[in-house]
């Protein structure tokens, strides 16, 4: 594959962007149907290249293409360059292929939307910016794309701006993520600080190889790196914004959630895994928090009433896994959970959308019985929800006894811990997904968005009450009762969506079912080799001689039947539960009281939201931190000028009585002058 | 040695307002007007392209020996640019031409409003390109008048306090840095207004002389004395507070001349003057107070950053932006003490901010205006779902607010980041305060997005219209240059590079 192909995986869509944004907006707005056209032709392009991409690593190994310079100062260079290597790969084709499915689906997710154009535009830098990001050569490269990544999003969260509950979600989503991006900043001038060529990838794996980085370095290094991953991986203290980010069209949630914004996270951690893996501490943090978000997302995904809402704190919770199996250090393990999580979850997403598309609301409370309307719909969510919850042999279940695996194996006190947790997430994550499609599915119809408008109508007066202000767009009451404030049709029209829609979730489903086995059999399946794809993601040769060392070790994936047993009991548990309270499409469970009072808890995030944004920068920040900043600005530092003036004028109309015009005066005073310059002379001068 | 070119490029606005003096019809007088900043910026870029950068160092050199004929007098009439002065003549160009079509409405005194915008240009220019020390003071002396008049007759809220405020700030400022000059040029040793050196001319400059120099005052003096100057017109906190109450007062083609070029004189005089001049200087070397500048940078940065978080004004908020933004020249200059060690990625970076921050912060100042010449109003808490009724301003804006936070692609994540790597080795700490700044500014500016343009449409706003065609024209004119040093920072940062290099010994 030569560089110039390369080169256009990214600029193919990146040429759409400006194409549509420059050109068909602003100047065909009214072809604007054109707009998807353009992007999913040139996304379409980007996939058939990522594929060619992938086999050129597969048949070659790691391709590191020149590296060029970006800026060339003095003792400042920063390089960029496109790097090609099997965690590359895996990413293009997951980022290219999620993508090109959701744009198929938007055109009839998104037909008739006065932004169709402006939307096309941003889908299109999106996926540019992340296919960007995972062909980065350079750290500062990656920092560029992964930005860019981050700005996609919020253009997209806030793509119905006039919402100001979208508004919020999206400037949320920005800060908190950017709060991540300063410790990827700080990782980045650190790195940089141990050696300018360091910022070059390939010499950074070779540095590491050679033993030039010092733990400490390391530890340092891979925090901050890691930080940023927090922010965009919405991991825990700060995934206080993948849940508002609903918000945005459902589509957006789809490639957000499966292949773009939060999958960069991942995407970063394991590209700097070999760095990452010198610091035990930097694995441990990762492995804990990873271990710990799957089980406390995936806790507030049990009560949740938005479907969407399930399925954000559904992502948090599985990239909780991934970021568990790079902590434990089983690489290959989070890769392929990356891969085959983006496949159902999409799924998932335009599931959730197309249910929106036919009650007119994302408030589960207010569907039901939808099976016998959409059973196109009910069927592949059954399916992306089977593969999330892990069912043999479906694709979630191979990858995700894979982490498992890895963290009993890595026998520490920090692997059985976060082993633990992961099998406590297993079993909430079959209950929550299945609570979902029984209360979406099963029952008798709810009514819908009539129904909610209705019974919005009678709680609140003003309709609008539910949006507001940055700070309380959420959660008067209880949690995510707005189902109408976000992204959603509005208008019931109970219908299978349209084939445009159901196509891409049908090849979604059959990715659901067949990418773990397929992919990663645990046997030599006819031409398919035995765990192709962990030997293909293990496959650095031969640029990175270290990557690869470290990361053989995790390849083979040692299937342990008790493991696979346990977990499968335990997913199977779930859905009982599930079935046992909402298996007849119950609106809600009556709880008894202690489990009520956990359960607000839980409707209230553990009220995360209320800490942040009230306590700490409203109230903490703004209202007294800030404010006595602007104090001291108006009082001293401005006072102290207005004194200077003051005393200025002040003397100088003292002066002023000096001349008063009186000729007398002056006359004295000159001959005192005289004098006084007389007698100076007489004493000092002779 | 005399080519003439930037002779012209420095008064042909003043000649253009000559012009404007003898035409008539109001109509008239805009267009013309507005020709001639358009003519000026052509002839700077011409001037950018045609900089020589294979043979690089003091070029267009246009000297008249003794322009004031007094016998030992040794001022000279010296004009020409580097590496360091090219890009704020482009910068100049760019942001007179934008601020004439941003006072394309302007209805009252029109003539004498033309008249002292084209002034105020000429003043700027010559700031940038005069190399003889005397000259270069009566440019910038020279810019303050239109500036007052400018504030004073065509502002708004408190007009002439603002104005009055802005002038006692910089003259202050002037005073101290008249008496700097006057003891370099009065040492023996020196004895020259030369601020740099040109073999090919036979000029001996300051910065060569000064080494041996037995100065009239210490040389730490000297020192404090400039840099006053600079700090204020910077500006450097606790120099500051003139800036919120001019910008908030001023006119929008003020404004965008305030923030964009006339800030930048402060920053060009550090890089131009106390750091080409004060590195060797007997007694005191600039590097003696680099921990300073870097703690100063820090302040400015962090303070001027949580200010912007508490204003309610839209004008006021950007212009505490920039107390925020111009620390980071200050904090690239901080790394001059190890250039030797470190390269000069700080001071490259400080010099591109400088113009990022011009193009950023006059584009913001723009489209300001003409949301407050729709909506009549800049408090935030007023506005609202702008987005929807004019989208061309919402998106020029958002582009603008989106470089001032950083962001990659646009032109201030360049000038921020080199700022960042070539800093952080010599004074880590002061650069992480620093990079705090990012994530505040991504606060203010998306705080302010959001309650400005985003949000259902405010029905007391009444009927609003986009931007005009006329509008468009700076609008477009200033992103262009965002998005170019954004993907390709190459063509300004190889200009910069010679000059920063130049100004080391």
């Known amino acids: 594959m030569t560089e110039a192909l390369a080169w256009l995986i990214i600029l193919l869509p990146l040429a759409s962007f400006v194409a549509v944004a420059l050109v068909i907006r602003p100047f065909f707005n009214r072809w604007s149907i054109a707009a998807g056209w353009v992007t999913i032709a040139a996304i379409a392009g980007s996939f058939v290249l990522s594929l060619v991409a992938a086999a050129a690593v597969f048949n070659d190994g790691s391709i590191a293409y020149p590296s060029r310079q970006w800026i060339a100062a003095p003792g400042l260079v920063i390089p960029f360059g496109i790097l090609l290597d099997p965690l590359t790969a895996v990413m293009l084709v997951v980022a290219s292929g999620v993508s090109l499915l959701v744009q198929i689906y938007s055109q009839g997710y998104m037909r008739g939307d006065r932004g169709y154009a402006r939307y096309f535009a941003y889908m299109s830098l999106f996926t540019a910016s992340m296919l960007g990001l995972v062909l980065a050569r350079s750290i500062v490269q990656m920092f560029f794309f992964w930005e860019l990544v981050g700005l996609c999003s919020y253009l997209l969260i806030g793509f119905w701006f006039t919402r100001p509950a979208a508004a919020a979600a999206a400037k949320k989503a920005f800060l908190v993520t950017r709060l991540g991006d300063f410790g990827f900043l700080l990782a980045v001038l650190y790195l940089f600080f141990q050696g300018g060529e360091l910022l070059d990838v390939p010499t950074l794996y070779e540095a590491i190889h050679a033993g030039l980085i010092a733990t400490s370095v390391a530890t340092w290094i891979g925090l901050g790196i890691f930080a940023g991953a927090v922010g965009k991986s919405a991991q825990f203290p700060l995934h206080t914004w993948l849940p508002d980010a609903m918000e945005g069209p459902t589509p957006v949630s789809a490639l957000i959630h499966a292949a773009t914004m939060v999958a960069a996270g991942v995407f970063l951690v394991a590209r700097f895994f070999p760095l990452i893996e010198l610091s035990g501490t930097t694995m441990d943090v990762i492995a804990l928090i990873g271990g710990f978000t799957a089980v406390f997302a995936a806790s507030m995904g049990l009560v949740a009433n938005d479907i969407k809402r399930v399925m954000a704190y559904s992502t948090v919770s599985q990239l909780g896994y991934m970021m568990l199996a790079l902590g434990v250090g089983a690489y290959i393990p989070a890769i392929f959970h990356l891969f085959t999580h983006a496949w159902f979850k999409a799924l998932l997403f335009l599931s959730a959308g197309s249910v929106n598309h036919a009650a007119g609301t994302f408030d589960m409370r207010y569907m039901g019985g939808l099976r016998k309307y959409m059973p196109a719909t009910y069927a592949v969510m059954i399916i992306g929800g089977l593969s999330l919850a892990g069912i043999f042999p479906l694709a979630g279940f191979w990858s995700k006894d894979e982490v498992l695996v890895g963290a009993l194996e890595n026998g520490s006190p920090v692997g059985i811990m976060t082993f633990l947790l992961g099998l406590i997430a297993v079993l909430m994550t079959a209950f929550y997904m299945f609570r979902a499609v029984f209360m979406t599915f099963h029952g008798s119809w709810r009514g819908g968005a009539d129904a909610e408008a209705a019974a919005n109508a009678s709680a609140h007066p003003a309709p609008q009450a539910a949006g507001g202000h940055a700070g309380d767009g959420h959660g008067d009451g209880h949690g995510d009762g707005h189902g109408d404030e976000h992204g959603s049709h509005g208008g019931v029209h109970l219908a299978e969506s349209p084939l445009v829609m159901v196509l891409p979730m049908g090849i979604l489903a059959a990715a659901a079912i067949f990418a773990g086995i397929l992919v990663n059999p645990p046997t030599a399946l006819g031409p398919i080799e035995k765990h192709f794809f962990g030997e293909y993601a293990a496959h650095n040769k031969p640029v990175f001689p270290t990557h690869e060392d470290a990361v053989r070790a995790g390849a083979e994936p040692h299937f342990n039947l008790v493991i696979a047993l346990a977990s499968t009991a335990l997913a199977v548990a779930g859905i009982g539960l599930a079935y046992t309270f909402y298996g007849r499409g119950q609106a809600s469970v009556s709880l008894p009281a202690p489990l009520a009072k956990v359960h607000r808890v839980l409707t209230r995030k553990y009220y995360f939201d209320e800490l942040y944004e009230r306590v700490l920068v409203n109230n903490l920040f703004y209202r007294r931190f800030s404010a006595a900043f602007e104090w001291i600005d108006t009082n001293w530092i401005d006072g102290f000028n207005y004194r200077v003036t003051l005393w200025t004028e002040r003397s100088g109309r003292a002066l002023t009585h000096l001349q008063n015009g009186q000729i007398q005066a002056y006359g004295t005073a000159i001959a005192l002058g005289v004098l006084l310059t007389l007698a100076a002379y007489f004493v000092w001068g002779a | ?505």
């Open chain 2, 1 to 505: 040695m005399f080519s003439g070119f930037l002779t012209t490029i420095v008064f042909l606005p003043a000649a253009a307002a000559l012009v404007v003096a003898m035409l008539r019809r109001e109509q008239h007088i805009r267009w013309f007007a507005i020709g001639a900043t358009v003519v000026e910026l052509v002839l700077t870029v011409v001037l950018f392209l045609a900089y020589d950068r294979t043979e690089g160092g003091v070029q267009f050199i246009d000297r008249i020996g003794q322009w004031i004929p007094i016998a030992g007098f040794r001022a000279e009439y010296l004009l020409g640019v580097d590496g360091l002065s090219l890009p704020l003549v482009l910068l100049t160009g760019l942001l007179g031409a934008a601020a004439a079509f941003a006072s394309w409405r302007i209805s009252v005194r029109v003539k004498e409003y033309f008249i002292w915008l084209l002034i105020l240009q000429t003043a700027v220019t010559g700031v940038f390109v005069s190399l003889d020390f005397l000259l270069f003071f009566i440019f910038w002396e020279i810019e303050l008048l239109p500036m007052y008049f400018l504030i004073s007759i065509w502002g708004s809220g408190r007009p002439q306090y603002s104005a009055l405020k802005f002038v006692i700030f910089t003259l202050t400022g002037s005073a101290f840095m008249l008496v700097g000059i006057l003891a370099l040029y009065l040492t023996a040793d020196i004895n020259t207004f030369a601020m740099v050196s040109i073999p090919e001319a036979g000029i001996v400059g300051i910065p060569e002389l000064i080494p041996g120099a037995r100065l009239l005052l210490p040389a730490g003096l000297i020192f404090a004395f400039l840099f006053i100057a600079f700090a204020v017109k910077l500006p450097l906190w606790p120099l500051h507070n003139w800036l919120p109450d001019a910008h908030t007062d001023a006119p929008t083609a003020v404004s965008v001349m305030l923030a964009g070029v006339l800030l930048k004189m402060g920053g060009y005089g550090l890089l131009r003057v106390a750091v080409g001049m004060f590195q060797e200087s007997p007694g005191f070397q600039i590097d003696q107070v680099a921990w300073l500048l870097a703690a100063l940078a820090a302040v400015s940065v962090l303070y001027g950053a949580v200010l912007t978080l508490r204003q309610t004004d839209l004008k006021r908020l950007i212009a505490y932006s920039s107390v925020s933004h111009m620390g980071y020249v200050v904090l690239g200059v901080s790394s001059i003490v190890a250039v030797a060690d470190v390269g000069t990625g700080g001071l490259n970076g400080a010099a591109m901010q400088l113009f990022t921050h011009g193009v950023i912060t006059g584009l913001l100042f723009l489209l300001v205006g003409m949301a407050y010449e729709r909506t009549h109003t800049r408090y935030i808490p007023d506005l609202g779902g702008l987005a929807g009724k004019m989208p061309f301003i919402a998106t020029g804006f958002l582009l603008a607010g989106l470089a001032s936070l950083g962001l990659p692609g646009l032109g201030g994540f360049v000038a921020e980041i080199m700022v960042f790597l070539g800093t952080f080795p010599v004074w880590g700490w002061a650069t992480v305060l620093g990079a705090f700044g990012v994530v505040l500014a991504a606060g203010y500016i998306l705080w302010m997005v959001q309650r400005v343009f985003f949000g259902p449409p405010r029905q007391h706003l009444g009927h609003l219209h986009d931007a005009h065609w006329v509008d468009m024209i700076p609008v477009v004119g200033l992103a262009i240059p965002i998005v170019l040093i954004g993907i390709y920072p190459g063509w300004l940062v190889d200009v910069f590079k010679m000059g920063i290099e130049a100004t080391l010994r």
